[in-house]
């Protein structure tokens, strides 16, 4: 029989973990390169950074410890959605942390609004850029939603209001200020023509098709609320950590964007970095490979050549290991990664599409199909990412402290 200090144990615990998934880059393991803890009654939430916690992140982590080392625990027992509450109220202290005049409150409130509406049977979405100045009226009035409803829901249109949602401008993104990002981009590609009428000081909210609110400033992402989960973001540090976890800086800030919009896809999908080429050997479909050295230069049979044969050369240039703005070809990209099996590139090329990765032995019981080819991949030398069909992504990595490391993953959607 559970006792109350056990149950209490266990729901601290509980929260904690909850806290730490809110940063993406935040993770638990058994080391890594910095450590730090979050009070939550007589627990402490262990969690590890791949660096210095940025000033931002300092003062954020300082809001979430003042409210959590007192919190009284014993509502939680009694209401579990509560920690969904707890964790939006904290997304909100973030997103204050960056605009302390916005109203927050009255935006979220806005857009749970939207959300639950419909407009001949199709979801309501918006595009919403929040700037300095004053405007009129109040869009959040309900006389008016019949009408806004259908406006600023294209990748192109947005409603510009001030930091209380009073009306600014009804505007239209024209096709020549949309251009090419010349080093790497913090946002995803779909929210890209909004980004380039963005001013420095503007921030925006987008809520999707499929429900999602994604909040964003000039820097990049600053947090998205999907499925009802809460994530906030510093879009560098978050960067970083993911070039941590693949061990090479380029190969991370280029996967940024890609994964973001594998995410928001709702695409399932299983990126392996192998840049030692320790994987060839472990592909049980030899058709999928693109690299000679793995395939011993067998002759492609001219009846039936598999796809991956027939578009090699349209592909042949992309190199997610390269320097910022060098993936010209992310739309590729992106969609061989949807292609059933793993998509294994190096820095310079694609290795293999559609590759199936043997199971190692040590791979253990696992929660699926790819999750267990990813951790294969892990295991046999890879570096591996999957994004689930609900747009969940999740890296399996090596975490370090000096000569200590130890097997480690972030969840960073």
Request: aromatic letters at 10%.
């Amino acid at each position: 029989m559970s006792t109350p200090g056990t149950i209490a144990g266990g729901l601290e615990a509980e929260i904690g973990r909850e806290i730490i998934r809110l940063v993406p880059h935040w993770y638990e393991a058994e080391c890594g390169p910095e450590e730090y803890s979050i009070p939550i009654g007589e627990h402490r939430a262990r969690f590890f950074n791949h660096c210095r916690l940025t000033p931002h992140l300092q003062a954020f982590l300082a809001k979430v410890s003042a409210r959590t080392r007192e919190m009284p625990l014993r509502y939680f027992t009694e209401m579990p959605g509560l920690i969904d509450v707890l964790l939006e109220s904290f997304a909100m202290e973030w997103l204050r942390l960056h605009s302390a005049a916005t109203n927050w409150t009255k935006v979220i409130g806005y857009f749970d609004g939207i959300a639950s509406r419909t407009y001949e049977n199709t979801p309501v979405t918006l595009n919403l850029i929040i700037r300095p100045g004053s405007g009129i009226g109040d869009i959040t009035q309900p006389y008016l939603q019949k009408f806004l409803d259908r406006l600023a829901s294209s990748p192109f249109s947005y409603l510009a209001v001030d930091a209380e949602l009073r009306l600014m401008d009804y505007g239209e993104v024209d096709w020549n200020v949309v251009r090419t990002s010349p080093s790497y981009k913090f946002h995803p590609e779909f929210l890209h023509p909004i980004y380039c009428v963005m001013e420095e000081q503007d921030l925006s909210a987008h809520l999707t098709s499929l429900g999602s609110l994604v909040l964003m400033n000039k820097a990049g992402l600053l947090a998205a609320r999907r499925k009802g989960k809460w994530r906030v973001y510093d879009v560098r540090t978050f960067k970083n950590s993911l070039s941590y976890c693949l061990g090479n800086y380029h190969v991370g800030a280029n996967l940024f964007e890609v994964l973001f919009d594998l995410s928001f896809r709702r695409q399932g999908a299983l990126l392996v970095y192998d840049p030692e080429h320790r994987l060839g050997e472990h592909l049980l479909n030899r058709e999928s490979i693109l690299l000679d050295e793995w395939n011993g230069h067998e002759e492609v049979s001219p009846v039936q050549p598999p796809g991956q044969s027939l578009i090699r050369r349209s592909i042949e240039d992309i190199g997610i290991g390269r320097k910022a703005g060098s993936l010209k070809r992310k739309r590729r990209l992106i969609e061989m990664a949807c292609v059933d099996g793993a998509l294994v590139f190096d820095d310079h090329r694609i290795l293999a599409v559609g590759a199936i990765i043997k199971s190692h032995p040590n791979v253990g019981n696992q929660l699926g199909a790819r999750m267990t080819a990813a951790r294969s991949a892990y295991l046999w030398g890879g570096r591996p990412i999957t994004v689930s069909s609900d747009g969940d992504v999740t890296v399996i990595f090596t975490s370090r402290d000096g000569q200590r490391q130890c097997e480690a993953t972030m969840h960073f959607l």
